[in-house]
T-cell receptor, first 109, second 114 residues
Framework: AQRVTQPEKLLSVFKGAPVELKCNYS??????LFWYVQYSRQRLQLLLR??SRESIKGFTADLNKGETSFHLKKPFAQEEDSAMYYC???????????FGKGTRLSVIA | KAGVTQTPRYLIKTRGQQVTLSCSPI?????VSWYQQTPGQGLQFLFE???????NKGNFPGRFSGRQFSNSRSEMNVSTLELGDSALYLC?????????????FGPGTRLTVL
């Protein structure tokens, strides 16, 4: 069964410090992985996906198939990065998107 | 394009009542999924509809049901409400014809059960 694990419920960092939000997945095939973000009082929105290999708002995420991880990283945290972050996995065929339980990032000024 | 819309935005009900939530997907999206979001459990998948057919169902009791109409609009219903049903219910639509993929989320309906 597909499973996504985000080990940290809450992560607090100082402004300007590096950020790494962890995501591990359980899936035997080739997954499609996403990071979604939910800012305060805003709807959940896609931040980035592993297929595009792009950097959004300074965030990057690399798929490591050997470690079955898709950690989200940013070299210098900003206060506006404070939000709830969800890692999600999409399997093959008609399977639904599976989300982790989320990590709340708090950037302290 | 207009985003995913959900109505109502807020609901207060009492135990034992039933409730119907509505979702209008992005134009052209035929896949609609529903999620329950709570602080303790995060996002839990309820069900997914595609072309008026339920394609996937999460691990929720039969009190939770849904349907999709020919215009892709979807409704979910919760009968015999319990206190634990208090949550933010999110609807998401997708352009993908198979499951999963990028989902576009609505603002949610905040349900409070007293």
């Amino acid at each position: 069964a597909q499973r996504v694990t985000q080990p940290e419920k809450l992560l607090s960092v100082f402004k300007g410090a590096p950020v790494e939000l962890k995501c591990n997945y359980s899936y035997s095939g080739s997954p499609e992985l996403f990071w979604y973000v939910q800012y305060s009082r805003q709807r959940l929105q896609l931040l980035l996906r592993h297929i595009s290999r792009e950097s959004i708002k300074g965030f990057t995420a690399d798929l490591n198939k050997g470690e079955t991880s898709f950690h989200l990283k940013k070299p210098f945290a900003q206060e506006e990065d404070s939000a709830m972050y969800y890692c999600a996995l999409s399997g093959p065929g008609n399977t639904p998107l599976v989300f982790g339980k989320g990590t709340r990032l708090s950037v302290i000024a | 394009k207009a985003g995913v819309t959900q109505t109502p935005r807020y609901l207060i009900k009492t135990r034992g009542q039933q409730v119907t939530l509505s979702c209008s997907p992005i134009s052209g999206h035929r896949s609609v999924s529903w999620y329950q979001q709570t602080p303790g459990q995060g996002l839990q998948f309820l069900f997914e509809y595609f072309s008026e057919t339920q394609r996937n169902k999460g691990n929720f009791p039969g009190r939770f049901s849904g349907r999709q109409f020919s215009n892709s609009r979807s409704e979910m219903n919760v009968s015999t409400l319990e206190l634990g049903d208090s949550a933010l219910y999110l609807c998401a639509s997708s352009l993908r014809t198979s499951g999963g993929g990028e989902q576009f989320f609505g603002p949610g309906t905040r349900l409070t059960v007293l």
